[in-house]
């Protein structure tokens, strides 16, 4: 399995790595933009390329992917989700919304509140990195144009988002959409329908589910989003979350400064993030 992680070395330099056992293998591509349009035979050779391995401490983890022209996210798409939201109508076809590609960070980087009235939530997502450019692609064919599979969480604002109707900017705030810690290759993930997904806030857990769980899945997600907008390389398409978010607690439970927030999804690994106030 082909772990690629975007790092900053110790001299200050943004690069590709393989990350392996504790260990980063540098590359010699800097964006992962360089890697779409080899051959996904060829990128094993990548691996055989890379220089002697450095203890993952030395480096500093940034985003995998790198100024995506959109990052679309499915909706209701976990019945539990559904299930826990009173005014949620559920969903006879895949429903969409888009976050800021602005907002994207990395692991470990703070999520930063924005104000002292924000209530901001998590979300556990299974997120794809488109790898080709498609339009109108039928849901048997969608998985071809995947280059690789990493950890979302779709950070929302949600008094923004319900109160004052600004979805875009409820979830497009800075660093309200950390990506990462890896992105592995689309061939090397056993089957994305069958993943284990979770979140932590403070080491709690609050969201346990697998992408089985979805009501559509990828290939019917890319189909239905291919449809009317064109998907480029580097685009980020995310899956939607399963029930267990602060909004929908009793009583609700937002994020707050000085919590650390963990998603994982089984075969990827785990993102962390801690939480920091921003006023």
Known sequence: MLRLVKVITPDGQTIIGIQSGGLVYPTAFQRMADLFDLDP??????????????????????????????????????????????????????????????????????????????????????????????????????????????????????????????ETLGKGVDTFCPIGPELILAQDISDPGQLHVRSYVNGEMRQDSSTSNMLFSIPELLEAISRYTTLLPGDVISTGTPAGVGLFRNPPVFLAPGDEVVVEVEEIGQLVNPVVAGW
């Open 41 to 166: 035979k060829e990128l094993p050779r990548v691996q055989d390329a890379a220089l002697s391995g450095q203890p993952l401490e030395e480096y500093r983890l940034m985003a995998p992917v790198e100024s995506p022209s959109k990052v679309l996210c499915g909706g209701i798409n976990y019945r539990s989700h559904k299930d826990e939201n009173p005014k949620a109508v559920f969903p006879t076809r895949p429903s969409v919304f888009s976050k800021l590609p602005s907002s994207i960070v990395g692991p470990g980087h703070p999520i930063v509140l924005p104000s002292q009235d924000c209530q901001a939530d998590y979300e556990v997502e299974l997120a794809l990195v488109i790898g080709r450019k498609v339009k109108g692609i039928a849901r048997d064919e969608a998985l071809k144009c995947v280059f690789g599979y990493t950890v979302l969480n779709d950070v929302s604002d949600r008094k923004m988002q319900f109160d004052l109707q600004h």
